[in-house]
């Protein structure tokens, strides 16, 4: 089974600022997915960035960028410039290539941008 | 364009009543469609996904159950309700080509 693991709890960031949210995953397939998702106080589940495993270019989406390590299982989300509309929390998921939207998550890493 | 529609937004229920949420899709068709909770401050678990009518899939033992009576419509059901049932309820599908878009969600208490 999969299992992602995201170890930050809480991290904070000065607006304008560059933040770094951590996660790390287990798998044995080669051909999977991976996203950052973005739930902001509406509760509404945003999709950030996804990384296709197969690619080993870093997928980038204006101000996120993430740094995709396939040998260590390791999916990184940095945020550049960071502004107050990026305080949520964020979720790490994953997905086999091979199945439905059957999404593993992360528990979460609350993110706060403070002026 | 494709969207995914979920309601209520809250609901409140004692213990042992029924429940009925309801999720649709507009812009596609034959979508995949899944049920998703959210325990307070945890991530998604998901509960069920159906990729066409009639066909549903159960990930967790539970008290709830789904069903897709039409190929846009996915419900989510109890017959009664349990206070472990709270949580916060996300509806989803698959846009073709991409991965997983998620409606607003029902935040449920059970009471």
């Known amino acids: 089974a999969q299992t992602v693991t995201q170890s930050q709890p809480e991290m904070s960031v000065q607006e304008a600022e560059t933040v770094t949210l951590s996660c790390t995953y287990d798998t044995s397939e080669n051909n999977y997915y991976l996203f950052w998702y973005k739930q902001p106080p509406s509760r509404q589940m945003i999709l950030v960035i996804r990384?296709?495993?197969?690619?080993?270019q870093n997928a980038t989406e204006n101000r996120f960028s993430v740094n995709f390590q396939k040998a260590a299982k390791s999916f990184s989300l940095k945020i550049s410039d960071s502004q107050l509309g990026d305080t949520a929390m964020y979720f790490c998921a994953f997905i086999s290539g091979t199945s439905y939207g059957k999404l593993t998550f992360g528990q979460g890493t609350i993110l706060t941008v403070h002026p | 364009s494709q969207t995914i529609h979920q309601w209520p937004a809250t609901l409140v229920q004692p213990v042992g009543s029924p429940l009925s949420l309801e999720c649709t899709v507009e812009?596609?068709?034959?979508?995949?469609l899944y049920w998703y909770r959210q325990a307070a401050g945890r991530g998604l678990q998901l509960l069920f996904y159906?990729?066409?009518?009639?066909?549903i899939s159960s990930e967790v033992p539970q008290n709830l159950s789904a069903s897709r009576p039409q190929d846009r419509q996915f419900i989510l059901s109890s017959k009664k309700l349990l206070l472990s049932d709270s949580g916060f309820y996300l509806c989803?599908?698959?846009?073709?080509?991409?991965?997983?878009?998620f409606g607003s969600g029902t935040q449920l208490s059970v009471l």
């Open positions: 812009g596609t068709s034959n979508p995949n």
């Open positions: 989803a599908w698959d846009p073709p080509g991409e991965k997983l878009f």
């Open positions: 159906s990729v066409g009518i009639g066909q």
């Open positions: 990384q296709e495993a197969y690619k080993q």
